[in-house]
């Protein structure tokens, strides 16, 4: 009977603790985007918030949704805020709520949220102006950048239009230069060839003096003479033949 109690006292208590969730506004300041939300009662919980390029996640725990809430909400003519939604975790009391920005290059830091009674404003900061100012500071960097290079003079830049000074040539370029010794080049050269027709005919020489008579195969002709002749038998003799100053 006792956890009976208990489990009937505790009952009541948890559903009281379930949040529902009846309204979703957007409103537009100078450089603040604001979602209000309103409950039935203060949420007195913090949102778990999750950023993505382009949209800004918050996750609500405790709470349901009011079915005739829409679950999508199109702000018309924002500039920031291209759609809400909000959707809930089926067989759980948890509500996602997403904040779909108009462009994933907007600079967004982390919402301020304010409770006001049963209300839950979030304001947006969206640092346009930041954006543009870092887009300038990059623009502008790179015209010092440019404006350097250009500076230089011996640096030839892709940044200025100017092409990069060609050297001169004149007529003395193309003719004879006295400091170029052509003639003792080609004397040089003449007495190189000299040299090597000299060694030539040295090796001829050496080959016709000592080394001619050792291939006697390589003379154009070949001198065969009979030196004399034996009878040894009727039928058999001897011949001593001289080929090339050698006897057979």
Do not use: C
Request: charged share 20%.
């Amino acid at each position: 009977m006792a956890w009976l109690l208990v489990l009937v006292l505790q009952m009541p208590l948890n559903a009281s603790d379930i949040l529902t969730l009846k309204s979703i506004e957007v409103q537009s300041l100078e450089r603040v985007e604001s979602v209000r939300l309103g409950f039935d009662r203060p949420y007195e919980d913090t949102p778990l918030i999750n950023f993505e390029p382009g949209s800004l996640n918050l996750r609500f725990d405790s709470l349901t949704i009011d079915p005739v809430l829409p679950s999508l909400l199109l702000p018309e003519s924002n500039r920031m805020i291209k759609a809400v939604r909000a959707f809930q975790t089926p067989n759980t009391q948890i509500v996602q709520l997403d904040i779909i920005l108009q462009s994933s290059r907007l600079l967004l830091e982390h919402p301020e949220i304010v409770v006001d009674g049963p209300n839950m404003i979030l304001n947006l900061q969206l640092n346009l102006l930041n954006a543009s100012s870092a887009r300038a500071d990059s623009s502008q960097l790179s015209e010092e950048i440019g404006d350097k290079i250009r500076s230089d003079k011996e640096f030839p830049s892709t940044f200025s239009k100017e092409d990069p000074p060609q050297p001169k040539l004149s007529a003395e370029d193309f003719l004879f230069q006295p400091d170029r010794d052509w003639v003792a080049t080609m004397v040089t050269l003449v007495l190189s060839l000299l040299l090597v027709l000299l060694l030539i005919y040295l090796l001829a020489l050496l080959y016709n003096r000592f080394l001619s008579g050792h291939f006697p195969a390589l003379k154009g002709g070949q001198k065969i003479r009979v030196v004399s002749t034996y009878h040894v038998a009727p039928k058999q003799k001897i011949m001593v033949i001289q080929i090339n100053e050698q006897y057979f």
